[in-house]
């Protein structure tokens, strides 16, 4: 993204407007960046254009890579046109621009331009428009939430995990807090660096929430919010292996929300309610969705692995009425992205990025890590008790130790939110060897961790056109 400076310019434009007119810009020569931002309405319509480019690099390719390159999918690699083989069988390499590896880097960095806009000319609007401050405060506070997601995201994609290094310190990604000029070679940030900026804006977000409020259309799961910040802190502590401060989120959040009850579980995912219990969903309407294509029932690109379908011992657990046997296949598909009274035209897959049970187990595996294994058992029930339709107070958790909880924890998680985008992250930040079941269609049965296939290569364009860019290892 960094090399494109020169084009960037337009696709910025572009990426500045509602979902509906994304790709319908005219006339994009005919304007400014300064001149789109010097009124109300064009930071208005430059927000929903952000929330918008992040949805296009979750469709395209990041909220599939952490599901196939990890142990709970099988591909249908014999089939034409099945995106993601190479990260599959762990053969990424620089030179593939047109895939996953050029993909994500690039649609992310444009994302990231498109916010930084917002949060650059923000200040300038607040001093020229001072009765309006609650809502460009407003606006200010969720483009800081999606540059921290966006950090985030690219972080745990193309560098290794938090607690890699003791002191965090190896090679991040480039930390974009503006527009690089067109002779800028941004570098790589040191990964605790990283962490640090995404803390500092989630932070920053969570105090102008507290100040100013929420519109009332941040009730929704669709924007930023005071819960979706907090939210995503509790992730990122959990990353960081800060225990305690993601206890301390997880309990806030919870202490806000309510999980989706058992009723209501599988409509979560399939209808266009997305259930009392989302915290932040990106929005697919109007969109022809490569997820759900990629999961679709009709001829899924992927479907539940053996070791997946042996983590579900109990027939009641309501999570397994999102399995199903695909058209004319014995093998299980996810149902998480097959909505069927909604035409696929008109209406993609709503890709859940938040949503309560993570923290909820976030909770459990922050409490267990701290030696709470009580409070960590109480977490987990509430996750067990919708499963299983079952009473908390009548469910044992046969674990003595930490070592035995956590692995429940794990497995808990593993069941909760498959297919949505978590589980190579889950692996390596826990510092566990990827293994796959024998049946895998994959070339690559297990590896070991640490490993340096672990991450994505940077882009080989990328490492041609910027002298301050280092490679990852291995590549």
């Known amino acids: ?105 690039s649609n992310a960095f444009l994302a990231l331009a498109n916010t930084n806009n917002i949060l650059k000319y923000q200040p300038e609007l607040l001093s020229i428009y001072p009765d309006n401050e609650s809502e460009l405060e407003q606006i200010k506070a969720q483009a800081l ?51 640090d900026q995404i803390l500092a804006d989630l932070i920053e977000a969570e105090n102008i929430f507290d100040n100013v409020g929420m519109a009332s259309s941040q009730n929704l799961p669709y924007f930023a919010s005071d819960i979706a910040v907090k939210a995503l802190l509790s992730r990122v502590y959990l990353y960081m292996e800060d225990w305690e401060a993601s206890r301390k989120y997880a309990q806030l959040v919870l202490s806000e929300i309510e999980l989706t009850p058992r009723s209501a579980y599988v409509d979560m995912f399939r209808t266009l309610q997305p259930g009392r219990e989302a915290i932040f969903v990106l929005n697919g309407t109007e969109r022809n969705s490569d997820v759900q294509r990629f999961y679709s029932i009709a001829g899924p690109a992927a479907y539940a692995s053996e070791k997946l379908e042996s983590m579900f011992t109990d027939t009641l657990d309501v999570r397994l009425e999102l399995l199903t046997q695909g058209l004319g296949d014995c093998n299980l598909a996810t149902l998480k992205y097959s909505r069927p009274e909604v035409e696929e035209t008109s209406y993609g897959s709503d890709l859940f990025v938040i949503r309560g049970s993570e923290i909820v187990l976030n909770l459990a595996e922050a409490s267990a890590n701290l030696n709470q294994l009580e409070e960590a058992k109480t977490a987990l029930k509430t996750i067990q008790s919708r499963a299983y339709g079952r009473p908390s107070d ?70 041609n056109t910027n002298d301050n860019m280092i490679q990852n290892e291995g590549y």
């Open 145 to 195: 939430f999606l540059r921290a997601l966006i950090h985030f995201d690219l972080v745990r994609t193309y560098a290794q995990n938090y607690s890699y290094t003791q002191d965090a310190a190896h090679p991040g990604i480039p930390l974009l807090l503006s527009l690089p000029g067109a002779d800028d070679n941004i570098g790589r940030s040191d990964v605790g660096q990283v962490y």
């Open 394 to 463: 009548s469910i044992s958790i046969d674990a003595d130790s930490q070592a035995e909880l956590l692995d429940i924890i794990a497995l808990e998680r593993a069941k909760e939110l498959c297919f949505e985008g978590h589980r190579l992250f889950d692996i390596t930040r826990r510092h566990k060897d990827l293994i796959r079941s024998s049946q895998t269609t994959s070339s690559v049965e297990r590896i070991d961790y640490p490993s340096n296939l672990f991450v994505l290569p940077i882009p080989l364009s990328e490492m």
């Open 1 to 105: 993204m960094i090399k494109i400076n020169k084009f960037l310019f337009l696709f910025v434009l572009i990426g500045l407007y509602g979902c509906e007119d994304f790709l319908e810009v005219k006339e994009v020569g005919k304007t400014s960046i300064p001149t789109y931002f010097s009124d109300l309405d064009g930071i208005r319509s430059a927000v929903p254009g952000a929330y918008s480019s992040v949805y296009d690099y979750y469709d395209t390719e990041f909220y599939l890579y952490p599901q196939v390159a990890g142990d709970l999918l099988n591909l249908v690699t014999t089939a034409e046109g099945v995106k993601m083989v190479d990260q599959y069988n762990y053969t990424s390499e620089p030179g593939q621009e047109a895939s996953g590896v050029g993909h994500i880097w």
